[in-house]
């Protein structure tokens, strides 16, 4: 097998379609007799349609259909998990939250149809004033946790406390967040009988496909979803969303192809956001360091209707060795739109802890480094099970060095240039990854001895398309340029959802096994084929790179891929089905420096420094990518981002990226980024496991814990904005 394919700084395989405009995204699909449809959203958040008016709509020249609960095609309540609402909107006049969708428009073209929409007149009976306060609703039990039991505890948190020398206790809030991927969320639907085609931007297209099946009740073999390319997700088009079986349920209606494309003041309410939060923690350790017990419940809002909550507590009950600990996960029930993942699920907590660390480390006055290097744990202290690896110290001290902590004056306040304060603040990175069903692949071998492999993932625009090309060149010992990577096609074998960083090891797990079965296949071939020059040569001294078989005993004897494959006489096809991926865990350090103008209270991230363990690193300029999006992310979730809601309405007032900021170009300062690049032994993806979420956890905490130690005032309310900390 090839030794130096995996690993490289390989460019995206497919980035010249990406850049030249040919690649293909849901909304650029066209096709014959094509229509477009635009929803109408509800302007209450608690109550129903009293009357609703849709003659002016209905007059708009190219208008095909309008409608609403009282005419749209009944379709059946999903159950499979990838749709979390208990209803689909246009069955019934109940509304649940503002930005609701109560009707759907069908015309000629998308201006005709946002046109209808606008003139639709609705009347409401409003069932009382909404509530959208988290501090002034019942706390209850979510139906589900976001991932494992609500209630997490270990040993014995009191006598743990009572054993402390040192002990802190915060409480944090975090706003409601929302994903703003640059592509919007969209859906072309085209019946042919009673089967149906759904062009989807999906993190999961076998999961719309099980949801559209449901909805439409027709066999799973009868609904067929592509999505070839995504211009981002961050979690929102990981589940299915009502506006896909509206449009497939439109499309069915009307005998013709339909397709949906969300605006973008839309995906603030149809798509899932980033729950708000607010948490409590506690933290008790000895004079040396070793913490002794944790105490921490975390409170986040769901809708009246929501089956699950999603911001989740992995980082509290896995990271450090802590031997008593609780962790409680909380509900409170308002008007409001579904929560959903967001990029990194397990941020809200990580966050959490890793400023109350800092907190920690401050009266105790010790090394944040070393406080963290002294309650450090090889194992999932939820499970007690050893991860595969875990290169943790080894991040703290090369980040620490190429950061130069050293130099680092511990007193807050203390450090300047100018008229700026300086601060240097540190946290972990970590996330899970993996732990969900795996990946089945099919590799076809042509008889011109190029591989092709297929398999029902999706790419993000992470670079799944080329690791795996990687992978593939990497064990079959070809050139990548004789490898095709096709995804995005859910007749392709399964493969799980892109999302709670499985990707990398699933779907390469997948690429592995079914380039080493055919590997092994085309080995036998050689030795046994006529006029092979490796006939009778013991297939356990073959070896491939380059595209050729080769004698490990005499390397000249050698022959090609595309000999062995042409004498072959027809494509050889292999398939491996999906296997569990192991849970993994990719950690790393970082380290931030801030300025902060004391008088006007303006923070600025002007240095950071991360080095991180993701196992085997695929490709370098991919993962590095990640690293430099999931510190960008860090810095916007820190210092920008919230999403505003007016509290008499429960309505979102800022739902555009006008009104929510974002971080632009010259926020983003220079960013350095260092990898272990060791090959974690629990994973079959080469050693690799996911990494793509695991960059923005800890870049909060770090910038919060610099600007405590640029001013000495401790923020524990994000966003950190400048009346904060004047």
């Given at each position: ?301 769901v809708t009246r209707e929501d089956i699950a909550a999603f911001n989740s507590s992995e980082p509290i009950r896995m990271l450090y060795d802590i031997p008593n600990l609780s962790n409680k996960q909380r509900v409170v029930r308002l008007d409001m739109p579904t929560q959903s993942f967001i990029r990194s ?33 090889s194992r999932n202290m939820e499970s007690g099970e050893e991860w595969g690896s875990n290169h943790l110290r080894e991040c703290y001290d090369r980040a620490a060095s190429v950061f130069g ?322």
């Amino acid at each position: 097998m090839n030794t130096d394919v995996v690993g490289r700084a390989l460019s995206r395989v497919e980035s010249r379609l990406k850049v030249t405009g040919e690649a293909e995204y849901t909304a650029d699909v066209r096709l014959p007799r094509l229509v477009h449809a635009f929803m109408a959203l509800s302007t209450i958040a608690r109550g129903r349609i009293a009357r609703i008016d849709v003659r002016a709509a209905e007059a708009v020249g190219g208008v095909i259909a309008v409608y609403t609960h009282e005419t749209m095609p009944r379709v059946a309540q999903p159950v499979h998990r990838p749709y979390f609402k208990r209803y689909v909107p246009i069955q019934t006049p109940e509304i649940h939250h503002a930005g609701e969708p109560i009707a759907l428009v069908v015309a000629r073209t998308l201006e005709q149809a946002q046109r209808a929409a606008e003139l639709i007149e609705v009347e409401y009976d409003a069932a009382g004033e909404p509530q959208s306060d988290l501090s002034a609703g019942e706390v209850s039990s979510p139906p589900t946790g976001p991932d494992g039991p609500n209630t997490h505890e270990r040993g014995d948190v009191p006598a743990g406390m009572a054993q402390a020398d040192v002990r802190v206790k915060a409480e944090y809030t975090i706003p409601m967040q929302h994903h703003n991927p640059i592509e919007p969320h969209a859906t072309t639907a085209v019946w042919e009988g009673s089967k149906v085609l759904v062009y989807e931007s999906t993190q999961g297209v076998d999961n719309t496909r099980h949801v559209v099946s449901e909805a439409m009740g027709v066999p799973l073999a009868d609904v067929r979803v592509i999505s070839r390319f995504l211009g981002g997700g961050f979690g929102s088009k990981g589940p299915v969303w009502p506006h896909t079986i509206l449009t497939c349920a439109a499309a069915r209606a009307l005998g013709r192809p339909v397709k949906l494309v969300l605006s973008r003041a839309q995906m603030y309410s149809c798509n899932g956001h980033r729950a708000q939060t607010r948490q409590t923690i506690e933290i008790g350790a000895r004079r040396d360091g070793r913490i002794t017990a944790l105490d921490h419940a975390i409170v986040q809002q769901v809708t009246r209707e929501d089956i699950a909550a999603f911001n989740s507590s992995e980082p509290i009950r896995m990271l450090y060795d802590i031997p008593n600990l609780s962790n409680k996960q909380r509900v409170v029930r308002l008007d409001m739109p579904t929560q959903s993942f967001i990029r990194s699920p397990e941020a809200c907590t990580s966050h959490v802890l890793e400023t109350a660390l800092d907190e920690l480390a401050h009266a105790m006055a010790m090394d944040p480094v070393e406080l963290r290097k002294r309650n450090w744990s090889s194992r999932n202290m939820e499970s007690g099970e050893e991860w595969g690896s875990n290169h943790l110290r080894e991040c703290y001290d090369r980040a620490a060095s190429v950061f130069g902590w050293s130099r680092r004056n511990p007193r807050p306040g203390s450090m300047h240039e100018g008229d700026e304060l300086v601060g240097w603040g540190m946290a972990t990175s970590s996330h899970t990854a993996g732990g969900r069903p795996g990946a089945g692949a099919r590799m076809t071998l042509g008889t011109d001895g190029r591989a092709l492999i297929q398999v029902g993932t999706q790419d993000n625009g992470t670079g799944t398309y080329t690791i795996m090309t990687q992978i593939a060149g990497e064990v079959l010992g070809v050139p990548v340029s004789d490898v095709t990577f096709e995804l995005g096609d859910s007749a392709f074998p399964l493969s799980y959802t892109s999302g709670a960083s499985t990707t990398a090891p699933g779907v390469g797990s997948a690429v592995n096994r079914v380039c080493t079965t055919a590997r092994k296949a085309v080995i036998d071939l050689a030795v046994a084929q006529p006029a092979s020059p490796l006939r009778g040569v013991p297939a356990e001294r073959v070896d491939t790179a380059d595209g050729h078989l080769f004698d490990t005993a005499d390397p000249r004897t050698r022959v090609s891929y595309r000999s062995v494959a042409g004498h072959a006489g027809k494509p050889l096809t292999f398939q491996v089905e999906p296997t569990d991926t192991p849970l993994g865990y990719s950690v790393g350090a970082v380290f931030v420096e801030v300025r902060v103008n004391p008088l006007l209270g303006r923070i600025r991230v002007t240095r950071v420094a991360g080095c991180y363990d993701p196992g085997t690193v695929l490709n370098r300029k991919t993962a590095r990518s990640q690293v430099l999006g999931g510190v960008i992310w860090g810095i916007g979730f820190t210092l920008f981002e919230h999403t505003l809601v007016d509290p008499a309405t429960a309505r979102i007032v800022n739902p555009n990226l006008s009104g929510y900021l974002l971080p632009v170009n010259a926020d983003v300062p220079d960013i350095q980024v260092q990898f272990i690049d060791k090959p974690d032994p629990a994973s079959d993806a080469l050693g690799a496991r996911g990494f793509g979420e695991t960059p923005m956890t800890g870049v909060t905490a770090a910038i919060a814990n610099a600007v405590f130690h640029a001013t000495g005032k401790r923020l524990r309310d994000l966003p950190l904005t400048q009346d904060k900390l004047l």
